[in-house]
């Protein structure tokens, strides 16, 4: 398409259009003139040349870019101020920080259509084969990258205290599972992710996220969940396929890994990813520092970046975790988008969730089970006499400890398998907090062991030997030893103030400390270079960019309740704002404190035994004893964290929840069921891990799961969670079987029953002859059969069992064709069986009904191999005069959804609103008009 003047190029109408639409909107009594005078100003400023009326009347008018983006920006800066978007130099605090957020994306989206404009056919949207070199450096570097160990012991180091190996991530890595979480679930604080998953979808292996096709999808997991440890196994995993993919292996993405901490500044999408790559890579192997043009576009023809956002909690204020959300939903949502994002995330209110799209999907990641740790354990220790012996060991300490059931994620794992390998014959730890301070300790162990006191001597001596005066030479030695001496403290008071909000660099929050007092004759950038010399060799922080981060969010937690505890006063003053007294009668809220950190708090709070220990715990006992949803997931919560609550009044309260029915009642009437989550379960379940009580938990979970007044899903997640219980597992596994073979249940919940139990170690095989009898009973309706065939698809070791079956049903021309779509579905999502899906979309888009063929061609256009096959029969059908009209919409709008064919879409669903020949009535032309407003929207 040219650029000429009577034929402007697509690029040149968005430009031209966008810029009168925001010109109409900031001129509300003003004229161009004077935002061209504006805008002249800025430019000067900046060296620029200044604009003339008619070089600007040219881009409004056909939409003309100009020869350098600065110059446009500096018009459209002007108008979006005057639109009402304020500068963020004019703003405070986190107002400030969402407003530099604003108008980085912006500028972004400018750009783009600029650099749109200034092109004669559509934007690039790939680098060229050549570019294919400086991928593969940069994945070389990716895979050097991920497979350490994302939270080593100390930095460069691969040993512990006694010289004892941290094994590499790969030796280690366990293969884990995710499961879908329903869309209309309630708030995830109010449901622990074990019991939820029973109710969601089936339990996938967690690598299916990255091979998902939404553009953007959300990874849920709770303190120390495996997140970061998923994301660093998909990065080796990808790279390694790619740099191998001669083979043929290769993935549809190729993954960069960000923290969501580094997409709240004022640098494009682009740039972040460029600064944080180069950051993470420069030190495994990476030369040349990466441009932002790397990752503006695709990095390949047809293969898009996979964006890994992590650690989206870990920014402390809501609306800046919503600003990035909307900047990712955005960019994801883009014509021609290079992206797809994945975010991970602890559980957050599900309306954090919304803003983005509303159907986002989110995925949880599952906990180990028995038979993982055991073999996490039996790798971690392979350079250990005896690994199995070791493992075994370390499993029964686990139990004896009571920390079997936090052990099922990978950090609380690694941490303490690390301390059993530098003492095998300690007893592990009792309790979270006891755990993290062992941890902590064997650090400065090791430290220690390795003299870093020789380095921090080093530091200092560099420092005082800057200054050739004596008493200058005394007042910085003097000042550095303090520094030094007051380290741990220091460290509690940087987590304190990061987890308080505090962002500035770590050196600046330390040079406010009481112990961190510059001497006048010592320059601040040596200070400050001292201050990292001393932070850089702890094991605790690691070094991100120009700053320090904690090796893990919940060692910054545990760091932070220190500094909050640090002193009676100081507990004293936690105890009031964090658990104030309130009136008989008067509603509690739990505080609005991230429950993990909550815990390290109470820890603290709870621990010596004083006054203050004391009032703690009456005003736990008071607040819980109130009752309510609320009061029984906060304790219920805190028991799963193995916070060191007062154990007799703390079973006494779950079990007057657990016997309390008001409290299923109570989400029955605010979600109609209870299919996500069962407080009178969850305190059973608790009850069970309390010190002495594992029989009485038991005891309630069995009455729940033989309990026939409670809701049908709440009975399968009872014998789901007795099964869990340590020595109950077979009495748990025989009520599910029990419930999956009872004939008088709706074949729905058998179904959930089966797969629960697939759920349980040891019982894979009793389930899958469960799930194939469910599939093959000709007496069921088929979409019970076919969720039977899904849920077998998901279970380790039988995906060909539910695949022969999900074929049958495709090929089956007695089935609906809407029940043939979904089996091909079922089939593209099974691992190894992606090709003979596609297949049967393609029979199936030459069905005799014209909406089967939409619906099959839509589905086939996301296999990039069918994606030009799909649209071409798109295309026919929306084109197809002998079709009713709004089926024509129907293809015309899945044309518009498939990548690269958005403008053709688009431009028979226009032409469909103004022919008046076009078989439509009146509320049709009205949906159309919505659908085509829905379309831009995107």
Avoid at 728 to 740: E, P, Q, V
Avoid at 847 to 872: M, V
Avoid at 907 to 920: G, K, T
């Amino acid at each position: 398409m040219g650029g000429g003047t009577a034929n402007p190029s697509a690029g040149r109408q968005v430009l031209r259009d966008k810029l009168r639409e925001l010109e109409t909107e900031a001129l509300q009594g003003r004229s161009r003139t004077e935002a061209i005078a504006r805008a002249n100003d800025l430019l000067r400023q900046a060296g620029f040349p200044p604009l003339s009326p008619t070089r600007v009347g040219g881009w409004f008018e056909k939409g003309s870019p100009a020869k350098d983006f600065e110059v446009l920006w500096a018009l459209i800066r002007v108008l979006l101020e005057w639109s009402g978007q304020p500068p963020a130099d004019a703003l405070s605090g986190p107002d400030r920080a969402r407003a530099a957020i604003r108008w980085t994306n912006a500028r972004e989206l400018w750009r783009t259509r600029w650099e749109q404009a200034k092109a004669l056919r559509p934007a690039p949207t790939t680098l060229s084969p050549a570019d294919a070199l400086p991928v593969d450096a940069y994945l070389g570097a990716v895979r050097s990258f991920a497979t350490q160990h994302p939270y080593p012991m100390s930095p460069g180091s691969p040993y512990g205290a006694g010289d004892t190996p941290v094994p590499a991530l790969a030796d280690v890595y366990v293969r884990r599972q995710t499961s879908p979480l329903p869309p209309d679930a309630p708030d995830s604080r109010e449901a622990p992710p074990r019991i939820r998953t029973t109710g969601a979808g089936p339990a996938v292996p967690a690598g299916e996220i990255f091979r998902a096709d939404s553009a953007l999808c959300v990874l849920l997991a709770g303190p120390g969940g495996g997140k970061t440890t998923l994301f660093r196994a998909h990065l080796a995993d990808s790279a390694e396929r790619w740099l191998n993919r001669r083979d043929g292996k290769a993935d549809r993405t190729i993954p960069v890994l960000v923290n969501a901490r580094d997409l709240t500044g004022s640098y494009p999408l682009p740039v972040a990813l460029a600064k944080t790559a180069t950051s993470q890579l420069k030190t495994f192997g990476l030369l040349d520092e990466l441009p932002a043009e790397f990752f503006r576009h695709r990095p390949l023809p047809g293969v898009s970046w996979l964006v890994l956002v992590d650690g989206l909690d870990e920014i402390p204020d809501i609306g800046i975790r919503g600003t990035v959300l909307r900047m990712l939903a955005a960019a994801a949502a883009a014509d021609h988008s290079p992206y797809r994002f994945v975010v991970a995330t602890r559980l957050l209110p599900a309306k954090e969730l919304e803003p983005p799209a509303p159907q986002t999907p989110c995925f949880e990641l599952q906990p180990f089970s028995r038979s993982d740790q055991l073999a996490y354990a039996a790798r971690y220790f392979r350079s250990l006499d005896d690994p199995g012996r070791h493992a075994r060991t370390f499993m029964a300490g686990l139990q004896r400890s009571r920390l079997d059931d936090m052990a099922r994620t990978p950090l609380m794992a690694s941490m303490l398998c690390r301390l059993h390998a530098a003492a095998p014959t300690r007893p592990l730890p009792d309790g979270r907090t006891s755990a993290y301070r062992s941890f902590v300790e064997l650090i400065y162990e090791q430290n220690a062991h390795k003299n870093i006191s020789s380095t921090h001597d080093e530091a200092i001596r560099r420092l005082k030997d800057r200054h050739q005066i004596p008493r200058h030479n005394q007042a910085a030695e003097k000042a550095a030893q303090r520094v030094r001496d007051h380290l741990p403290e220091l460290i509690d008071h940087l987590a304190h103030e990061r987890i308080g909000g505090n962002s500035a660099p770590a050196v600046q929050v330390l040079a406010s400390h009481l112990h961190v007092n510059r001497p006048d004759k010592v320059n601040q950038q040596l200070w400050n270079s001292f201050l990292g010399d001393l932070l850089r060799p702890t094991g605790l922080l690691v070094q991100h960019m120009d700053d320090f981060d904690f090796l893990h969010q919940t060692l910054l937690e545990y760091h932070a309740a220190r500094h909050a505890t640090r002193d009676a006063k100081a507990r004293a003053h936690v105890l009031q704002t964090v658990f104030p007294k309130s009136p008989p009668g008067h509603d509690w809220e739990p505080p609005e404190l991230d429950p993990s950190y909550l815990g390290f708090l109470l820890d603290g709070l709870l621990g010596p035994q004083d006054r203050i220990a004391d009032e703690a715990a009456r005003r736990l006992e008071d607040i819980t004893a109130r009752g309510g949803e609320g009061a029984c997931t906060f304790l219920t919560t805190q028991v799963r964290l193995r916070t060191a609550l007062p154990p007799d009044p703390t079973a006494a309260q779950l079990i007057r929840f657990a016997e309390d029915p008001s409290l299923s009642a109570v989400l029955e009437a605010r979600y109609g069921n209870v299919g996500i989550s069962s407080p009178r379960m969850e305190a059973a379940w608790a009850l069970a891990q309390l010190d002495g009580y594992r029989k009485d938990g038991a005891a309630r979970l069995t009455r729940l799961a033989h309990d026939t007044t409670l809701e049908d899903t709440t009975r399968v997640k009872a014998a789901w969670a007795l099964a869990q219980v340590d020595g109950y597992r077979k009495d748990g596994a025989a009520h599910l079987t029990r419930l999956a073979d009872d004939t008088a249940w709706k074949v729905f919940h058998r179904i959930e029953a089966a797969k629960a139990l697939a759920g349980v170690d040891g019982c894979q095989d009793d389930a899958v002859v469960r799930l194939c009898h469910f599939t093959d009973d000709c007496t069921l309706n088929i979409s019970s059969r076919l969720r039977a065939a899904r849920v077998l698809t998901w279970v380790e070791g039988h995906g060909h069992e539910s695949a022969a079956r999900l074929i049958a049903f495709a090929e089956d021309l007695t089935l609906e064709d809407s029940d043939r779509l979904e089996a091909a579905w079922a089939l593209v999502e099974t691992d190894g069986y992606q090709d003979i899906g596609n297949t049967q979309f393609l029979r199936l888009a030459d069905s005799l009904d014209p909406l089967t063929r939409i619906r099959a061609a839509s589905a086939l256009a996301e296999a990039d191999e069918y994606r030009d096959e799909a649209a071409a029969r798109l295309s026919r059908l929306a084109d197809n005069r002998a079709l009713y009209g709004f089926l024509r919409v129907d293809a015309a709008e899945a044309l518009a959804r498939v990548d690269g064919y958005r403008d053709s879409g688009i431009a028979r669903l226009l032409a469909f609103a103004e022919d008046p020949e076009v078989d439509l009535d009146e509320l049709e032309r009205v949906e159309l008009a919505m659908r085509l407003e829905e379309l831009e929207a995107e």
